[in-house]
T-cell receptor, first 114, second 110 residues
Framework: DADVTQTPRNRITKTGKRIMLECSQTKGHDRMYWYRQDPGLGLRLIYYSFDVKDINKGEISDGYSVSRQAQAKFSLSLESAIPNQTALYFC?????????????FGPGTRLTVL | SQQGEEDPQALSIQEGENATMNCSYKTSINNLQWYRQNSGRGLVHLILIRSNEREKHSGRLRVTLDTSKKSSSLLITASRAADTASYFCATDQAGTALIFGKGTTLSVSS
């Protein structure tokens, strides 16, 4: 079984709809992250959380919100989706180890906003 | 803004050849990491090099780090068709979140 799972894997929605992307992990990591990937732009950080009570904005948090429901679950919401939020979204986790924060990625969610 | 910038953006080689990708960054770092992404899939961690290290090996991978030049290189020796993927460097500045570059797309033909 995959250590980091994302649901749904693909989603097509319309402008103005509320969308939630979910991420679950079985790695026992404290830290979780949400990224979006656009062609030619690499990965950009949306939000990250270092434990259940900790939420931090990343480079491109506008238009997004997150919820850390438990150590193992971190969801990303688009309150009112717009077409330029069409992208590939990745969740990632890492352990709290000083200087050794390699990240483990989920398979991604391909979101299309029409 | 992105910290790491990979060079070249795209690289095409033949099987058996070596592939070298470079990464430059702007500010001091705790460590630098390289990741691989097969088309449309999640990234996979390849190797981490700490700021006090200059070179590190893992199988056919060799990573160097020059903190004075704020640059790193990833060398893949004896490339295989299965190495075809995008490769990203990521920097850890202060033990917070990683900052990823835009990636190098490697194509290895048989």
């Amino acid at each position: 079984d995959a250590d980091v799972t994302q649901t749904p894997r693909n989603r097509i929605t319309k402008t103005g709809k509320r969308i939630m992307l979910e991420c679950s992990q079985t790695k026992g990591h404290d830290r979780m992250y949400w990224y979006r990937q656009d062609p030619g732009l690499g990965l950009r950080l949306i939000y990250y959380s270092f434990d259940v009570k900790d939420i931090n904005k990343g480079e491109i948090s506008d238009g997004y919100s997150v919820s850390r429901q438990a150590q193992a679950k971190f969801s990303l919401s688009l309150e009112s989706a717009i077409p330029n939020q069409t992208a590939l979204y990745f969740c990632a986790t890492s352990a709290r180890r000083e200087g050794m924060n390699e990240q483990f990625f989920g398979p991604g969610t391909r979101l299309t906003v029409l | 803004s992105q910290q790491g910038e990979e060079d070249p953006q795209a690289l095409s080689i033949q099987e058996g050849e070596n592939a070298t990708m470079n990464c430059s960054y702007k500010t001091s770092i705790n460590n630098l990491q390289w990741y691989r992404q097969n088309s449309g899939r999640g990234l996979v961690h390849l190797i981490l090099i700490r700021s006090n290290e200059r070179e590190k090996h893992s199988g056919r991978l060799r990573v160097t780090l020059d903190t004075s030049k704020k640059s790193s290189s990833l060398l893949i020796t004896a490339s295989r068709a299965a190495d075809t993927a995008s490769y990203f460097c990521a920097t850890d500045q202060a033990g917070t979140a990683l900052i990823f570059g835009k990636g190098t797309t490697l194509s290895v033909s048989s």
